[in-house]
């Protein structure tokens, strides 16, 4: 079907057009309607029914039989370490913290914020969360303390999971001063903190509030996934937009399921079991979507970066994880490919890696300035693809969809 057939298929029957789409998800119970108009602009999709955004993502892969299939890479230059984990290590260590949520009494719909670096244990802590039905809210792990507090009394969550500290090229971010001045400034006090602790900067522990992560996720119990609405919320994450106001946005969990599993194949044209790399933060909605959910409801291996575009060491970085971990399509923003093309013009350093298997490469964030895009193209060879979304739509909503029909990429 050519992409125009399948735009005006969703404009002109898009009750019929999503309820296929649906089919790709498991349900715990079907919905009673697609889509609600009842009181616009309050659109609800797939009302009355149940499933679990965790079980989509780890739990029915392995129950298919695809536990050894690699779910997470993590990569880690600032710190030389590369860890792979299979479906079936995460959905274990993801039982296991849900477990450490449920002991600190954590219940659906309670809200759980996440204020940690890029390092697997944020990814766990998020799927974790939608594991139990609580709504977890991810604060960028560089935001100062007041900001922190806003959001902390805006959301007033339960508990915060967090590390010791964050690991920039040139420096350690210590996060637990940051974390324990945010409580302070706060009027809604959480009633506790678990801390990853990294051995760059292990944190002191406030007795009564804070609890070791490793110790915690040690003696807990599995806990098992908690079918919830498709219309309860997912998450909430927070955009200052045009007014510098933070104000959070509500994600729910079935139309949010469907529509990233839909994007997998038909925006970035993957196919399970192969490789995609979002080289973002998960703090920010691309993290959330295209790092974390959309890879794994799908069923391809996500690829999880703590580095830089340049630093780290150099301007070749991407192209070292695109080789070694066989990434077949990317995702970054143009800022990244400005200052690689910045410090190696003629794309030498990309002639040094083997990136036979790499077929596109999408840019979203900010405007991709038409020289960009060229440079890409030239020393690439591949597709690439500048599409536009934001935080408030969750997805993309303007693209090139590479896995419906390969159209002609207009510059800028």
Known sequence: MSYLDTYRRSIEQPEAFWSEAAE?????????????????????????????????????????????????????????????????????????????????????????????????????????????????????????????????????????????????????????????????EAKSKPEHCVVLQRPMHPAPLAAGRDHDWHEREAAARPADCVPVAATDPLYILYTSGTTGVPKGVVRDNGGHAVALHWSMRHIYGLAPDETFWTASYVG??????????????????????????????????????????????????????????REDPEGALIRRHDLKGFRALFLAGERADPPTVAWAEQHLGVAVVDHWWQTETGWPIAANCLGIEKLPVKHG
């Open 24 to 184: 790709a998800i498991a349900w715990e119970r079907r919905w009673e309607r697609v889509l609600d108009t009842s009181r616009p602009p309050f659109y609800r999709w797939f009302v009355g029914a149940r499933l679990n955004t965790c079980w989509n993502a780890l739990d029915r892969h392995v129950a298919a039989g695809r536990g050894d299939r690699t779910a997470l890479i993590w990569d880690s230059p600032v710190t030389g370490q590369v860890a792979r984990f299979t479906y079936r290590e995460m959905r274990d260590r993801v039982a296991q913290l849900a477990g450490v949520l449920v002991g600190l009494g954590v219940r659906h719909g309670d809200r759980v914020l996440i204020y940690m670096p890029m390092v697997p244990e944020a990814a766990m802590a998020m799927l974790a969360c939608a594991r139990i039905g609580a709504v977890h809210s991810v604060v960028f792990g560089g935001f100062a303390a007041h900001e922190l507090a806003t959001r902390i009394d805006h959301a007033r969550p339960r508990v915060i999971l967090t590390a010791s500290c964050g690991i920039e090229p040139n420096r350690i971010v210590a996060y637990k001063p940051l974390v324990d001045a945010a409580i302070a």
């Open 284 to 341: 920010w909605v691309v993290g959330h979507s295209y790092i974390v959910y959309a890879p794994l409801i799908y069923g391809c291996t996500t690829v999880m970066y703590e580095g830089k575009p340049v630093g780290t060491p150099d301007a070749g970085a991407f192209w070292r994880v695109i080789a070694a971990h066989d990434v077949r399509v990317f995702f970054t923003a143009p800022t990244a490919f400005r200052a690689i093309k």
